[in-house]
């Protein structure tokens, strides 16, 4: 029952997806790649679970290895993405 | 549901709820840096009710993990040059992949039933394509390879045969979870795959290609999302990868192209010299 429910989510979550985005001008399509890719970083809280076992086993290495990737995906993207668009402000005046 | 639980569950819902006004908000000049600002706060609402988590007993690799990563990113995008932004968001968002990947290969040993079991193939999958995908497209940006579309006799047939490879190891896997050959055997040809999704395509066109990986990581989040059945991974993940593929279409349109002729345009000019 729980993977009908989650599938339930999963439709909706795609609709909302496909509406959101629409006529964003080109100056824009890099930073909302960017920042996109950010949210795609949340895998980091799947990861968090994994690696806080306390097992030490293979699965509890394999987990803290993506927490420090996923990191990567959102700090620096949410980061990246700040700084181009602090450009564009200053361009746009 | 205990308390700490619904109370994380609420927290992952504000998060949602911040994410979808992110992004609705970057799609417009004058909002989009509020938006991304949202988004990033969603982010830590959605991490540190994870880390409330009771499941979680030592924190030492979790805070491990969070100094490295949080660290390279940060000097990363404060290190990058303004004009190498499009394939520092490539890497990114191939370490996103990875970081899937590698989430739902952890999870098989929790993995119970067949569906948990064909979502960690998916989470391996298209974690793997995109991670290796994304550092071919980084390569061909910053030129570290060559930028041109790289093609050869018979590609076509030595993909199918990889994509057959993964589909057959795939079913094996699913049938058979307790021996890792399959896995390793599935997580190879993704890393393959990736790479020869990629280096058909040519450099100008890699920004549109970055997009679509970046629809792609979402799905592996998504996918990862259902193997460790966890609601926020799958509402963010099926965003990014609803949003990227708009997204990579409207790029594409920008270019007066087809997604079909960018992927495509590789073999199509191979075609057309032989004519």
């Given at each position: 029952m729980e993977a009908v429910f989650l599938t339930f989510i999963l439709m909706l979550s795609i609709f909302v997806g496909f509406e959101?985005?629409?006529?964003?001008?080109a100056t824009l399509h890099t930073p909302l790649m960017s920042g996109a890719n950010a949210i795609s970083g949340i895998t980091v809280v799947g990861a968090i679970s994994l690696a806080g076992t306390?097992?030490?086993?293979l699965a509890n290495w394999m987990g803290a290895g993506a927490v420090a990737l996923a990191s990567i995906n959102v700090i620096g993207g949410y980061m990246v993405t700040d700084r181009m668009l602090a450009m564009f402000k200053k361009r746009g005046g | 549901m205990e308390s700490s639980q619904l109370g994380i569950q609420i927290a992952y819902v504000v998060a949602a709820a911040l994410f979808i006004f992110g992004l609705k908000l970057l799609?417009?000049?004058?909002t989009a840096r509020r938006g991304n600002t949202l988004s990033a706060i969603g982010m830590l609402i959605a991490i540190v009710a994870a880390l409330?988590?009771?499941?979680?007993?030592?924190y030492r690799f979790i805070l491990g993990g969070f100094v490295i990563g949080g660290l390279i990113g940060a000097t990363a995008s404060r290190l990058v040059q303004m004009t190498a932004m499009p394939e520092m968001v490539a890497l990114f968002n191939g370490f996103g992949g990875m970081a899937s990947l590698l989430v739902g290969a952890a999870a098989i040993s929790g993995a119970v039933g067949t569906f948990t079991l064909i979502t960690v193939v998916l989470s391996i999958l298209i974690g793997g394509v995109t991670f290796t995908g994304s550092l071919i497209a980084y390569g061909k940006l910053s030129e570290t390879i060559g930028s041109g579309a790289v093609t050869f006799k018979g590609q076509q047939i030595v993909n199918s045969l990889i994509v057959i490879g993964i589909v057959a190891s795939a079913i094996m896997f699913c049938l058979?979870?307790?021996?890792?050959v399959w896995l390793y055997t599935v997580i190879g040809l993704s890393l393959l795959f990736g790479i020869m999704l990629v280096i058909p395509i040519g450099g100008a066109d890699m920004p549109v290609v970055i997009s679509l990986l970046n629809s792609y990581s979402g799905l592996a989040a998504c996918a990862a999302g259902f193997a460790v059945n966890n609601n926020i991974l799958i509402v963010a993940g099926s965003l990014v990868g609803a949003s990227g593929i708009i997204l990579t279409q409207i790029m594409c349109k920008a270019m007066n192209r087809s997604l079909s002729n960018v992927l495509f345009s590789g073999f199509t000019a191979v075609s057309d010299e032989t004519v």
């Open positions: 959101l985005i629409n006529k964003v001008p306390g097992q030490q086993d | 799609g417009s000049a004058g409330t988590d009771q499941g979680i007993v030592d058979t979870p307790s021996d890792p």
